[in-house]
């Protein structure tokens, strides 16, 4: 296991993870990795943003689309390819190290955020 460095509350409460729904999903054949580009409503306060990610082992694009998933909404955008990612989608590896996405376990509202 590697290191578990104590942070503070403080810096816990810096990471802004948000719920939204992925209300598009395609291939995204340009990257690097096999991936899916996504657009993801947080809800009136955040909006639409744009993401990619690896999911491609247990995912299809047209199974996202209506799916709740968990992201990051506060790191700065990054190009990956030709998408710029606005969020960081949040996942765990399976035994076969495949993104396997978190959820809530039950519909909630747009934009909540994790606590």
């Known amino acids: 296991m590697s290191d578990h460095k104590t942070i503070s509350f403080d810096d816990f409460l810096k ?8 209300v598009e999903a395609e291939p995204f054949p340009e990257a690097r990795k096999p991936a899916i580009k996504m657009r993801i409503d947080f809800g009136p306060e955040i909006g639409i943003k744009k993401t ?8 299809r694009p047209e199974d996202l689309v209506g799916r709740q998933v968990m992201a990051v909404v506060n790191f700065p955008p990054r190009q990956i390819g030709k998408v710029m990612s606005e969020v960081l989608t949040l996942g765990v590896p399976d035994a ?20």
Do not use: M, N
């Open 96 to 115: 076969d190290g495949e993104v396997v996405l978190l959820r809530p376990d039950q519909e909630v509202p747009l934009g909540g955020r994790l606590f």
């Open 15 to 22: 990471v802004d993870i948000r719920v939204g729904v992925v």
């Open 52 to 59: 990619s990610a690896q999911l491609t082992r247990h995912y």
